[in-house]
Every structure is written in C-alpha cells, then in structure tokens.
Nanobody, 119 residues
Framework: QAQLVESGGGLVQAGGALRLSCAASGVMHSVNTMGWYRQAPGNQRELVATITRDGISNYADSVKGRFTITRDNAKNTEYLQMNSLKPEDSAVYYC?????????????WGQGTQVTVSS
C-alpha cells in the first residue's frame, strides 16, 4: 500500500526546535517533488516548503530563515528542521510526495502530525 509515514511532531516552547520526518513506503518509487504543508484550525492548508529531487527548495515567506527542508533520495525520505518556533507555527503538518505506485503517478499525502508551540 502506498503511504507516507510522518514522525517527529510534538509540543515545544516558543523559540524551540523540532524535526519532522516523512518516509515513503517501499511500493512507491520515482519520487519527484516532496513537500510539507500545514493546517491550523479554521485555516486552509498552506504550503510550508518543497524540495525537488535535485535538492532545489522553496519556502513560504513565514518560515524562511527558520525552517530547512532536506531529503534522502536513497531512502525516499524528507525532513523538516524547524527552529525558532513561534506559537503561530502550531498546526497539523502534512508531508506530500509526487511519486509512482504501481504504474500510476500521483500526489500522495501523509496522515499528519501535530505541532504545538506554547508561548
């Protein structure tokens, strides 16, 4: 079954750091762009960061200079290092991946991991 498995969320004080991980299951391959999105209560899901297979990254203005997205192509895994966290970063974080499962290319999503930043 094609799935993305996230880990690393939790509760942290403002100014602290967390690292999220997202691994694509073994049935997925040819993983292109991977990304992180977040959704806070009452808000739409928004882009946090993306990274291409070649390592080109893109960030939302709100996280530039604080968050870093990386990936390990050999493991089909991506990471989001979040530093200098703010209460407004609190949300459910979702990873995504453009990948092939079976013979079909699609955009896959993780189940979400909660990040809560206390003031």
């Amino acid at each position: 079954q094609a799935q993305l498995v996230e880990s690393g969320g939790g509760l942290v004080q403002a100014g602290g750091a967390l690292r999220l991980s997202c691994a694509a299951s073994g049935v997925m391959h040819s993983v292109n762009t991977m990304g992180w999105y977040r959704q806070a209560p009452g808000n739409q899901r928004e882009l946090v960061a993306t990274i291409t297979r070649d390592g080109i990254s893109n960030y939302a203005d709100s996280v530039k200079g604080r968050f870093t997205i990386t990936r390990d192509n050999a493991k089909n895994t991506e990471y989001l290092q979040m530093n200098s966290l703010k209460p407004e970063d609190s949300a459910v974080y979702y990873c995504s991946a453009d990948a092939i499962s079976g013979f079909r290319r699609g955009n896959y999503w993780g189940q979400g991991t909660q990040v809560t930043v206390s003031s």
